[in-house]
């Protein structure tokens, strides 16, 4: 299935955990103003399908310290995919994040490119796929890997879930997702950009439940938000993985479960 490239360069996203009852409501409630989106799966309950996620940081977790002391300005890199198929893209993502305000960049990349990435060597134009490949994403592309650069940025470990998904008609202006199943798997370098089958899952009391939108925050979310008494809280998914992994930052890479790797 290809996965075109519509993200908004900045917007603002909202979240909360809730029970699964509340959650079921909360679906109820959205569907009045949104339809499932483009990757929905007609397979799978209310269409949800997978996201995983390649994380990069530093020997040190800098990026991964930087979300748990609260930087207010920040950034993560990862590499999203939703198959194995080695044809499917993947997608290098810069979310930088200024308080509430999110911004992203994205461009689709051959696997084989990243696999070269990963063992250090420089993409160009040519590693872009299809649609993606005009100065937008080159930009992307040429900002990840800066980053990636300037902290000596590696793989450190796989985070997947799945995705219920919803946004506005004819856009993705607004966007409500329902995340469940999270774990985290280790990066092995030998099998590249592959979910692993072996994943540990963090303890999350409920579903993540997240409110996304660009410019105004839309009345009726705020009627969502007022009707279900929801309160935001924090959930990084990769920092939660990496504390559920048991990283901590080591003398040359990870110390995982007392095991310096």
């Given at each position: 299935?290809?996965y075109r490239h519509?993200?908004?360069?900045?917007r603002?996203?909202l979240?909360?955990l809730?029970e699964?009852?509340?959650a079921?409501?909360?679906r109820?409630?959205?569907?009045?103003?949104?339809?499932p989106d483009e990757?929905?799966?007609?397979?799978?309950?209310?269409?949800a399908y997978r996201v995983?996620?390649?994380?990069?940081?530093?020997?040190?977790?800098?990026?991964f310290?930087?979300t748990?002391g609260?930087?207010?300005?920040?950034?993560k890199?990862?590499i999203?995919f939703?198959d194995?198929?080695?044809?499917s893209?993947?997608?290098l993502e810069?979310?930088?994040?200024e308080?509430?305000?999110?911004?992203?960049?994205?461009?689709?990349v051959?696997r084989d490119?990243?696999r070269?990435?990963?063992?250090g060597a420089?993409?160009?134009?040519?590693?872009?796929?299809?649609?993606?490949g005009?100065?937008?994403?080159?930009g992307?592309?040429?900002h990840?890997f800066?980053?990636c650069?300037?902290?000596?940025a590696?793989?450190v470990?796989?985070?997947?879930?799945?995705?219920?998904a919803?946004?506005?008609?004819?856009?993705?202006?607004?966007?409500?997702?329902?995340?469940?199943d999270?774990?985290g798997?280790?990066f092995?370098?030998?099998?590249?950009l592959?979910?692993?089958?072996e994943?540990?899952?963090?303890?999350l009391?409920?579903?993540?439940?997240?409110?996304?939108?660009?410019?105004?925050?839309?009345?009726?979310?705020?009627d969502?938000?007022?009707t279900?008494n929801l309160?935001?809280?924090?959930?990084?998914?990769?920092?939660?993985c990496v504390?559920?992994?048991?990283?901590?930052?080591?003398?040359?890479?990870f110390i995982?479960?007392?095991i310096?790797?």
């Amino acid at each position: 299935m290809p996965y075109r490239h519509r993200l908004q360069a900045s917007r603002f996203e909202l979240k909360y955990l809730v029970e699964e009852r509340c959650a079921r409501s909360v679906r109820d409630f959205a569907r009045g103003y949104l339809e499932p989106d483009e990757h929905a799966k007609p397979d799978n309950p209310h269409g949800a399908y997978r996201v995983s996620s390649l994380y990069l940081d530093t020997p040190a977790l800098t990026l991964f310290g930087q979300t748990m002391g609260g930087l207010k300005n920040r950034f993560k890199l990862r590499i999203r995919f939703y198959d194995d198929a080695p044809g499917s893209p993947a997608f290098l993502e810069v979310k930088g994040r200024e308080t509430d305000v999110v911004r992203k960049q994205r461009a689709a990349v051959t696997r084989d490119g990243v696999r070269r990435l990963l063992d250090g060597a420089m993409l160009g134009p040519a590693d872009l796929i299809g649609e993606n490949g005009d100065e937008r994403s080159a930009g992307a592309l040429a900002h990840f890997f800066g980053l990636c650069r300037a902290i000596d940025a590696e793989g450190v470990l796989y985070v997947s879930y799945m995705r219920e998904a919803y946004v506005s008609p004819g856009s993705d202006q607004v966007r409500l997702t329902f995340d469940r199943d999270l774990s985290g798997g280790a990066f092995d370098p030998c099998f590249g950009l592959t979910l692993p089958s072996e994943r540990t899952g963090p303890i999350l009391d409920g579903v993540v439940l997240e409110l996304k939108f660009t410019d105004r925050f839309p009345s009726w979310m705020r009627d969502l938000v007022q009707t279900f008494n929801l309160e935001r809280c924090s959930v990084a998914k990769y920092c939660a993985c990496v504390e559920a992994m048991g990283y901590r930052p080591g003398q040359w890479r990870f110390i995982r479960q007392g095991i310096a790797r």
